[in-house]
Every structure is written in structure tokens, then in C-alpha cells.
């Protein structure tokens, strides 16, 4: 028969194509052709005829018509179909939608904020359109260690011109330097942040329309182009064009220009832009290559590789060669691309604190695991609910269903509720967004709508853990044979279900344990930094910053005014504070250096009361002191540190720099945590030796502080009459120096709590999907005598032990990544096992009271009603 | 009256269909053609001429038993319809007035020379 059948591939060609109306009768008409052919002409000829008039047919008036379109619209009744049934299901099942809902509602918004924020994070200086040609000019200083780190993100003056000239592939460099400056405007004066810039701004960081407009204003040091914002603060809403303002007091510089005010995502921000002349130390860093106050950005011209301007720059070794002849260091210039500067930079004086992309790696991971969470809840909740399906599902099939019919329709349903669950998210995070940009201090925008590509992307996930978190349970229950279905042995012949079920309650938890013992730790930290001993006291010091006056020729008259005031019990003056001193040095003479040798030490200048306001021990020696004039000119005094890098035991009366040292101190912390104490010189302040750098500090006493600090701003008054007034607590500014732990701290902490709770709800659901099952099988428990607790704790055990296995998994994970995180630090808390330990008994205490109040509730109904259910 | 003109070949399957009278499918009405008019017809051209035919209006089809020889396929029996038929009338009253109107013009020519 076989021999007598025409070619298949042919036949089966034909039937795709042709009209399915007709097909069946002109199939038989080519049978019939064929089969006469094959007797008069062989089955060769007879074969190749038939291929000729099947492909003869092959045209338009036969091909099959918009089949396509029919077969998606049988599709979408059969989708139409699906969601139907889905929302049935789902609104008979309502614990267990509300359940699913709640979860994957919890773990997209988390997801979405999290995406928001590593996009925001990642947008940084992206906003010019030649953003790939901007580069920032920064300097090594091999062998000058500022906080463990030696490059610097400052340059000279005299960089900018001198790139300018020698490497042609710059089109464009400019020197600036964001700075405050005491303005003063209706007889009030305020800080004011603003760009000092040279002309060429413009041309590097170009904006458009008002860059010859602007290169002309930079090139006038008595102009100011202000920032909408600004000109609106000051000049509300008149006119700001050709008013004056006053620089320090005493400069008066007119407005020629408005800009727009720089976007939140670059890495230095202004008020306002005016010249680098303006800046109080340009005249005397002309031509001074080793003066670096300054920061120099270039343009390169398109796709310039950096490292041909590195290799140029060298020819600034005949400049920087004499300028460092007195230093042990040499720098060298290399380039940091601008748009990577935000998260990848982490060099000394940023203009302002970077991103962290260490953060953003951990950012997205725990959007991940929070995402994973809720979809494996999704996961475990509809598998063991799928059991309880099983009727439908043999039915189904019994009544024609094809296996992927069924897949669908489980799919349909898990994609309508992440879909459900995405809507509920985007208004939750609509609402959270203010509450997280305040914890992580960022300002991320909500702006969605105006990025219809993210919210697509974003969508695009949600459907993605949709359709996965689906395709669990739907292999599961789609494999199933009917007729076991049918008779209820669905549950049985399901071990493996059981197996992965299981373990993905463990993986769900472990992750939670994990979060949970990290974030404990980040808190026993932070609080151990908190409460350490840093060497000095802060309780009740005020300080005041005066960084642009030179307040030096009215400190004694200060200080006697400022002690008449009530409540003050102490006052001194500081350049530096213990909070975070910048101010270091290298030093080549002391007694009994050899050749060659250098110390690097941290410095700051003082005076006699500075030791007694801070209750700093002194270990040998003495005090400044006014009875000893020398004091002010060339004495100082050590820490231990500096005594152990010298080598010293003791240091009274030894030769130091220019001078002698007269004492030391005990160590005590004058940097964040992170960094080991240091060496460090205390000098006498005077008028040499930081003019414009100064802090009044003063100790007062406990109630009252408004009162005293009222009088004390009338006394400044007197004093310096256009400073603005700012007290700072000393102890507000310590933990200001850890801000960024403490809101790193606090959203892992918030995370955890809800990586917790989703791991609970997961939990609870299918606990209550198991009691359901077994609803009988307690009621006959308990009319044979089992006690409420018998039967609570048959339902605990197995979901413990999980739990248990869980903790045990989570420990040495959590141990090695905190082992990690606190390597970053000098001064650590111990990690402790026993904290461990607790975390895993929480857990499991958690687990079962989640479990409990579903058992109890189960155990204590009455057998009968369990027995007459179904 | 265009839209219900009639194509050569359409008529001759028209034709054909009204020849065969009730035993007129794929296969007979292909073979009657092949036979009379000595030219090849392929299926694919003579199902097309069928499909259109039938959309038109001219002819009706019903589908008749299957046979072993077609591999139990049915066949697709047609009929020429009433409307079939006047526009098979129509057909042929347009070529006889042409034929009378040709021998005029034939006539014209030769006097002219």
C-alpha cells in the first residue's frame, strides 16, 4: 500500500497551505489522478506529476485564507477562556490570592524602587550629549597617603592651559572649583555654594545657546550668573539681571545671566558660576604647580583614547620636577572618564560624596533575592494548592484538553496576578518613593511616565516572574494522568513535588536568615562605633565653623564675651575638629632622624584650652599655656601614635620640626572608624598658620540650650556682624560621619524585615493548605484522644525542621559576608557565634508561631465539623 | 454586466460541468476538458476557475461519496446554476454579434481596396 501512496512531504506541504474547505476533495481527485497515472506511466513520472500539480496549486485562490488570523482568534477565546477561570479560581481561593497578591506586590515594589534608584545612581553626568568626551585631570601622589588612598582629585592652575597647549586632541580644558562663599544680601549673610570657573566652562561642559554668553561673563571677575533657584531666593520674582551682590561682604559682583539649575544627577552642584579669580586663593597660585586647589576637566576630541593624553601629560615632569623638589613625592596626571566618576571614583577630595557601586551590586542583589522570594512563594503556594486542583485538571483532560492547554491556563493565572500585583506595586512605590529617597538621602525621581522604556522593562519583569513562577506548578499538575487524578491519588505519586517544595522553603528562608543576621551585625557595628571609646569627650561641645574670616585678632576679646555668657563653661580655638581632620603634612626633622627618613603626620593647631574643653588625657609633659610664650611659636605635642612611628619612649624636650615637643597625648580618635589612629602634632594656633580655617569650640552646660545659644549668636553679633549663625553639636556631627552605614543599616534592616515577612507568608500559606488536606485525617486524630498540642505539634515538626535546615545553611554564609563587610573597617565589633545562634532560634520561633496559629486554630475545631467537610 | 462576463477558460469549464451533467468533479471535468479542446489543464488552474465559479454564483457544488481509489477522500460533484446559465447565454449572444458584426467589416475592407 505504502508503495502505491504518493509522495508525503508533498501531500503533508499540500495540507498546510491549501484552503481546509477544500482541501479534502481536491486531495482525492489527486489520489485518483495519481493512482492512474502510476498504471499508465510508472510511480517515478507518476510521482514527479504529482509534485508538478501540487505545486501548481500552490496560489492564491487556493492557499488557505487568513488562517492565521482565525487560529489567534481561537487563541484568544481559549485565553478569554483562561482568564475566566483564573478569576474564578482566584476569587474562590481568596486567602490564597490575597496571600500571593500581597507577596508579589511586597517583592515588585521593593524591585521597582531598587531599579529606580541603581538607574538614577547609573544617570550620573550621562546628560551631556558628549558626555564620552569629558574627562577629569586627577593626580597620583605615589608615597602621599591621605586615608589610605593617594590619588587626589585636585590639580593646579597651572594644568589646564599647559594640557591645552601641549596636547592637540583637547579641544577644550577649564579650571574650576566648587567653593561656599559668605554672600550678603539684605543685610543678611548666608553660605553659598557656587562654581568658580575659568571661560572655558562652557566650552568643556557645554550647554547649548548660552555658551558664548557665559565665556563672556567668566572672563569679567565682577560677574555672577546665578541659578534659577538662586536668583528666585534672593530676588524673588523680579528680575535678577543687572542686580549686585555682595562677595564676602566687600565685593560686589552684578548679575549678567541666568541658568538653569544643574540637574541632581552630576557630580558637582552650584548656585551660582563666577570666576575662578573670585576664589580667596587664586593670586597666590599663579604659576605654582604644586599649588593644587583646583580641579581641571578637559574635552578630548571624539573617540580619543585618555592614555594618549596620559603619555603626553608626562612632558609635565620639567614643570612638577622642580615644583616638588622639597616633597618625597612626584605626581603624575591620569584621567577619570566624568559620566564614571560618580560611582566609580573613590579618591581623595571628591567634590562631593560619590555613589558607591559596591552598594549598587548590593542593591540589585537584594531586589533579586526579594524577587526570588515572592516567586518562589508564588511557586510553593500554587503547587500545593495545584494538589486540590487535581479534579479540574483530570477532568479537563478527560474531556480533550491538551497538555499545553492546561500549562496555559496556569500560566494565564500567574500572570494575571503579578500583572495585578505590578499595578499594586507602582502605586505602592508612587507612594514610598519620598520615604526611601529620606532614608538613602538620594532624590530619585518618580518619572515613569516619562520613560515609558524603563516602565516597559519593569513591566516586562513582572510578566517574566509571572510566567516562572507559573510553569512549577503547571509542568506539575498538566503531568498528571487523568484517571489518577481522577481517583485522588494526585498527592501520592508526588514525592518529588514534595522534595522541591521543600527545598525551596528552605532557600526561601535561608535567604531571609541571612538578611536578618547581616543586618544585626551592620547594627551591632554601627552601635559599637557609637559607643567606643574615641579618646575625647563630646557631650555638650558646641562649635561654631568660621572658615572664610579670619577671626584670629578678636579671639581673645571672643572668648572673654563668649565666657560671660551663662552656661558656658569652656571655649577654645580649633582649625581642626576630631571629627574628620584633613589637615596632614610630611615632616623630615626630628632628633635622632636618619637620612632620608619621613614622617607622615596628620596636624592641627590649638590653643591652651583645646585639651581641657575635649578631656584629653595628657601622658607625659605638659599643657600649652599662656605663661609660656614659646608656646605659640614652636612647641608641640604628640600622640602615642607619632611616638611609635618615631620610635620614642619618651618626647619632652626632644627636637621636633621647628621646635620642641613639650608633650604628649593619649591617642584619641580624630577620624571615622574605618581608619586606624593615625600620628598627629598639635600646634599652637596663630596668625600664620591657617588664617581663614577656625572653629570656636565651647563646652556649656546640660538644660537651656536655646537660651544660651541665643545669647551667644547676639555676642557674635557684636563680633562678626555679616556671619551667619550655624551651632553644631558635636555629637550630632560625629554620628553625621557615619550617616552613610546608618542608612545603609537602615534600608538592609527594612529589606530584611520584608524578606522576612514574605518568607512568613509563604510559610503560612502553605501550612493552611496543608491543614486543609488533612482537615479529616485531624479529626479522626482527635477523636481517638489527640490532645491540641499532639496534633500542633504533628504539623510544626516537619515545617521546623525545614526551618532548622535552613538556619544551618544561612550561618556560615551570613559569617563569611560579614567577615567580608568588616574588613572595611579598622576598629570592629567581634563576631559572635551566639548571635548567630539567637538569629536561628528567632527564626524558628517565627516559623512557628506562623505555623502555630494556623495549627492551633485547626487542632481546636470541633471533629465533627471536620469530619462532615467535603 | 462586465462583472458577470465570463473568462475563455471559465466557460469552457462551465461548459464542461454542463457536458458531464451530474458526474462532474476534479478528475472528469479536468480528463473532458484534456480530451475535447486537446490541452493540458493542471489542477491547480482548473480548481482556482472551480473556486471562483462557485463564489460567483454559476455553479453549485455538493460533495458526493469517497472511493478507494481516492483513499476514501469525498468528491466535490458540480452544477451549473441558474445564473450560470444565463451568463453562459449571455456569453454566447455577445459572440454571435460579433460574428455578425465581423462579415460587415470584412466586406467594408475588400471594397475599399
Known amino acids: 500500500m505504502h508503495r502505491h501512496d504518493p509522495p508525503q512531504f508533498m501531500l503533508r506541504f499540500f495540507k498546510w497551505f491549501c484552503d481546509p474547505e477544500l482541501h479534502p476533495f481536491i486531495e482525492g481527485d489527486l489520489f485518483e489522478l495519481y493512482r492512474e497515472r502510476l498504471e499508465e506511466l510508472g510511480k517515478r ?23 492565521l488570523l482565525a487560529d489567534t482568534l481561537y487563541h484568544l ?84 592651559p599647559a594640557v591645552k597647549e601641549t596636547c592637540p586632541e583637547v579641544l577644550a580644558a577649564t579650571t574650576l572649583e566648587v567653593h561656599k562663599a559668605l554672600f550678603v544680601h ?68 552684578t548679575v549678567k545671566g541666568i541658568v538653569e539649575d544643574p540637574p541632581k544627577n552630576q557630580h558637582f552642584q552650584y548656585d551660582y558660576i563666577t570666576s575662578y579669580q573670585n576664589l580667596p586663593w587664586y593670586s597666590s597660585d599663579i604659576g605654582f604647580w604644586n599649588h593644587n586647589n583646583y580641579r581641571t576637566y578637559v574635552r578630548l576630541k571624539p573617540g580619543t583614547d585618555p592614555s594618549i593624553i596620559e603619555t603626553q601629560m608626562q612632558q609635565f615632569d620639567q614643570y612638577t620636577e622642580s615644583a616638588y623638589r622639597s616633597f618625597s613625592f612626584k605626581p603624575t596626571y591620569f584621567l577619570q572618564s566624568v559620566p564614571d566618576i560618580h560611582l566609580h571614583s573613590d579618591i581623595n577630595f571628591e567634590i562631593a560624596a560619590n555613589g558607591d557601586i559596591r552598594y549598587l551590586y548590593l542593591a540589585a542583589s537584594i531586589a533579586f533575592i526579594i524577587l526570588l522570594l515572592a516567586s518562589i512563594n508564588y511557586m ?113 505519586i508526588r514525592r518529588e513535588g514534595t522534595l522541591l517544595r521543600n527545598s525551596l522553603v528552605v532557600g526561601q528562608f535561608s535567604a531571609a536568615i541571612i538578611l536578618a543576621i547581616c543586618s544585626v551585625v551592620i547594627y551591632q557595628q554601627l552601635n559599637f562605633i557609637q559607643s567606643k571609646k574615641i579618646g575625647y569627650s563630646r557631650d555638650q561641645v558646641v562649635y561654631l565653623s568660621y572658615n572664610q574670616t579670619n577671626i584670629n585678632p578678636q579671639t581673645p576679646a571672643i572668648r572673654q564675651e563668649l565666657l560671660r555668657t551663662p552656661g558656658i563653661k569652656n571655649v577654645s580655638f580649633a582649625n581642626g575638629l576630631p571629627l574628620n581632620l584633613g589637615c596632614n603634612t610630611i615632616i623630615n626633622a626630628w632628633e635622632g632622624r636618619t637620612e632620608e627618613e619621613e614622617l607622615y603626620i596628620y596636624c592641627n593647631y590649638i590653643d591652651h584650652n583645646f585639651l581641657d574643653l575635649f578631656e584629653i588625657e595628657l601622658v607625659e609633659g605638659r599643657n600649652f599655656s599662656p605663661a609660656h610664650p614659646g608656646d605659640t611659636t614652636n612647641h608641640y605635642l604628640l600622640n602615642e601614635a607619632a611616638l611609635r612611628q618615631l620610635g620614642w619612649t619618651s618626647a619632652v624636650g626632644k627636637r621636633f620640626r621647628d621646635g620642641t615637643v613639650i608633650g604628649v597625648v593619649k591617642d584619641f580618635h580624630f577620624q571615622p572608624f574605618d581608619l586606624a589612629i593615625e600620628p598627629l602634632f598639635m600646634g599652637y594656633r596663630n596668625a600664620n598658620r591657617g588664617r581663614y580655617i577656625g572653629h570656636i569650640t565651647m563646652k556649656i552646660e546640660g538644660g537651656q540650650e536655646d537660651k544660651l545659644l541665643a545669647d551667644v549668636k547676639n555676642t557674635m553679633k557684636t563680633f562678626l556682624p555679616n556671619q551667619p549663625f550655624d551651632p553644631q553639636f558635636m555629637d550630632d556631627s560625629y554620628h553625621q560621619l557615619y550617616s552613610a552605614e546608618r542608612r545603609f543599616g537602615k534600608a538592609f534592616g527594612i529589606f530584611t524585615l520584608i524578606a522576612l515577612f514574605i518568607a512568613c507568608m509563604g510559610l503560612f500559606g502553605l501550612v493552611s493548605h496543608r491543614l486543609v488536606q488533612r482537615t479529616k485525617e485531624i479529626g479522626i486524630r482527635k477523636v481517638l484522644g489527640a490532645t491540641v498540642a499532639n496534633i500542633v505539634g504533628m504539623v510544626s515538626k516537619d515545617f521546623l525542621q525545614l526551618v532548622l535546615l535552613s538556619t544551618l545553611i544561612a550561618i556560615p554564609v551570613a559569617w563569611w559576608s560579614m567577615q567580608q563587610w568588616l574588613q572595611d573597617f579598622a576598629y570592629r565589633t567581634e563576631l559572635h557565634l551566639g548571635i548567630f545562634l539567637l538569629i536561628g532560634v528567632l527564626a524558628i520561633g517565627l516559623a512557628f508561631l506562623t505555623v502555630g496559629v494556623k495549627a492551633v486554630q485547626a487542632a481546636s475545631a470541633n471533629p465533627m465539623d471536620n469530619l462532615r467537610s467535603e | 454586466m462586465s462583472k458577470n462576463r465570463l473568462g475563455e477558460f471559465e466557460e469552457i469549464v462551465m461548459l464542461t460541468v454542463g457536458i458531464l451533467h451530474g458526474n462532474a468533479y476534479g478528475v472528469t471535468i479536468k480528463k473532458e476538458i484534456e480530451s475535447r479542446a486537446d490541452r493540458k489543464v493542471s489542477v491547480g488552474a482548473l ?32 452544477s451549473v446554476t441558474a445564473s450560470g446559465r444565463t451568463a453562459l447565454g449571455n456569453s454566447r449572444d455577445l459572440r454571435n454579434e460579433l460574428w455578425a458584426a465581423m462579415s460587415k467589416v470584412i466586406l467594408d475592407l475588400k471594397l475599399g481596396h
Request: charged content about 20%; overall charge positive.
Open chain 1, 45 to 67: 513520472r507518476a510521482d514527479r506529476r504529482f509534485i508538478i500539480d501540487v505545486l501548481l496549486l500552490f496560489r492564491p485562490g487556493m492557499i488557505r485564507r487568513l488562517q
Open chain 1, 77 to 160: 477565546t481559549m485565553i478569554k477562556n483562561h482568564f475566566k477561570i483564573s478569576l474564578r479560581s482566584l476569587s474562590k481561593q481568596k486567602f490564597f490570592t490575597a496571600v500571593n497578591v500581597a507577596g508579589m506586590t511586597l517583592g515588585l515594589t521593593c524591585f521597582i524602587l531598587i531599579a529606580l534608584y541603581i538607574r538614577y545612581e547609573s544617570s550620573f553626568d550621562k546628560h551631556y550629549p558628549h558626555a564620552d568626551q569629558l574627562y577629569r585631570i586627577s593626580q597620583l601622589q605615589v608615597g602621599n597617603d591621605l586615608r589610605g588612598k593617594n590619588r587626589y582629585a585636585f590639580s593646579p592652575l597651572t594644568l589646564a
Open chain 1, 186 to 253: 539684605n543685610e543678611q549673610g548666608l553660605y553659598e555654594e557656587g562654581l568658580y570657573a575659568d571661560e572655558a566652562f562652557f566650552e568643556v561642559f557645554s550647554s547649548g545657546d548660552f555658551d558664548s554668553q557665559g565665556k563672556a561673563i567668566l572672563q569679567d571677575p565682577n560677574a555672577i550668573i546665578l541659578t534659577q533657584s538662586f536668583a528666585q531666593k534672593y530676588f524673588g520674582d523680579e528680575s535678577a539681571m543687572g542686580k549686585e551682590l555682595l562677595l564676602k561682604g566687600e565685593q560686589s559682583l
Open chain 1, 380 to 492: 510553593n503556594l500554587a503547587a500545593s494548592r495545584s494538589s486540590g486542583q487535581a479534579l479540574q485538571v483530570g477532568i479537563r483532560k478527560v474531556l480533550g484538553a491538551r497538555r499545553n492547554q492546561i500549562i496555559q491556563q496556569y500560566l494565564v493565572e500567574s500572570v494575571l496576578i503579578s500583572l495585578i500585583s505590578f499595578a499594586l506595586a507602582i502605586t505602592l512605590a508612587y507612594l514610598l518613593i519620598p520615604v526611601m529617597n529620606q532614608i538613602l538621602n538620594v532624590e530619585v525621581p518618580f518619572d515613569l511616565k516619562q520613560n515609558p522604556l524603563v516602565l516597559t522593562g519593569l513591566l516586562a519583569v513582572a510578566m517574566v516572574i509571572g510566567l516562572l513562577s507559573g510553569l512549577y506548578p503547571a509542568i506539575l499538575s498538566s503531568a498528571s494522568k487523568p484517571i489518577l487524578a481522577l481517583k485522588g491519588k494526585w498527592f501520592k
Open chain 2, 47 to 78: 480548481q482556482t476557475a472551480l473556486k471562483r465559479l462557485e463564489q460567483k454564483g454559476y455553479l453549485k457544488a455538493y460533495s458526493g461519496e469517497g472511493t478507494q481509489e481516492r483513499a476514501g477522500r469525498p468528491k466535490r460533484f458540480y
